[in-house]
Nanobody, 115 residues
Framework: QVQLVESGGGVVQPGGSLRLSCVAS????????MGWYRQAPGKQRELVAT???????SYPDSVKGRFTISRDIVKNTMYLQMNSLKPEDAAVYYC?????????WGQGTQVTVSS
């Protein structure tokens, strides 16, 4: 199994930045894809960014150019750098790890964007 723990959420003003972290228990080499998702109240969980084992990243248009996903294999940690935050970015952010034996989720971290 993989355990994921997110951190780094908080309250930020529009236009501000936050960096989220997701620490994975065990080696990241068994993980095929890692990603960040978010869910706002009353909305479905949506994809924010993904990174493959090979380091290929992908973003939806809503965050492209503002968010950057990265990882540190030595630290077993994935990051999400969020810049130019907008009120519509406010949500609970979750990290996800996909392995051959299934998908694993973290508990989420709250991001609030408000002036």
């Amino acid at each position: 199994q993989v355990q994921l723990v997110e951190s780094g959420g908080g309250v930020v003003q529009p236009g501000g930045s936050l960096r989220l972290s997701c620490v994975a228990s065990g080696s990241m080499f068994s993980i095929n894809v890692m990603g960040w998702y978010r869910q706002a109240p009353g909305k479905q969980r949506e994809l924010v960014a993904t990174i493959t084992r090979g380091g290929i990243t992908s973003y939806p248009d809503s965050v492209k150019g503002r968010f950057t996903i990265s990882r540190d294999i030595v630290k077993n940690t994935m990051y999400l750098q969020m810049n130019s935050l907008k009120p519509e970015d406010a949500a609970v952010y979750y990290c996800k790890a996909s392995r051959n034996d299934g998908a694993y989720w973290g508990q989420g971290t709250q991001v609030t964007v408000s002036s």
